[in-house]
């Protein structure tokens, strides 16, 4: 069983920065890419950023550029840096692994961009 904790998010203005953290239960990130997702009130669930167990990473154009994912191998944590924010990045942001034995998801991180 994976459990996906997450930490860290809040309240910034515009153009600041914020990180969410992804803590796992066991070593999994060197095994399974992880995915960040946000999702945003009355719109869908959008994907954000993968990093895989080689450490490369992806990212959705809408992100590109300011955000950045990476990994602490040590902590089994994934982080994603959030730098020059938009109104637009306001969501609940949710870290997710998928494993043969299971498709599993962080609790959800709430970001607010607002002035």
């Known amino acids: 069983q994976v459990q996906l904790v997450q930490s860290g998010g809040g309240w910034v203005q515009p153009g600041g920065s914020l990180r969410v953290s992804c803590a796992a239960s066991g070593n999994i990130f060197s095994i399974y890419a992880l995915d960040w997702y946000r999702q945003a009130p009355g719109k869908q669930r959008e994907l954000v950023a993968t990093?895989?167990?080689?450490?490369?990473?992806k990212y959705a154009n809408s992100v590109k550029g300011r955000f950045t994912c990476s990994r602490d191998n040590a902590k089994n944590t994934v982080y994603l840096q959030m730098n020059s924010l938009k109104p637009e990045d306001t969501a609940v942001y949710y870290c997710?692994?998928?494993?043969?034995?299971?498709?599993?998801w962080g609790q959800g991180t709430q970001v607010t961009v607002s002035s």
């Open positions: 997710n692994v998928l494993t043969p034995s299971g498709d599993y």
């Open positions: 990093i895989t167990p080689s450490g490369a990473t």
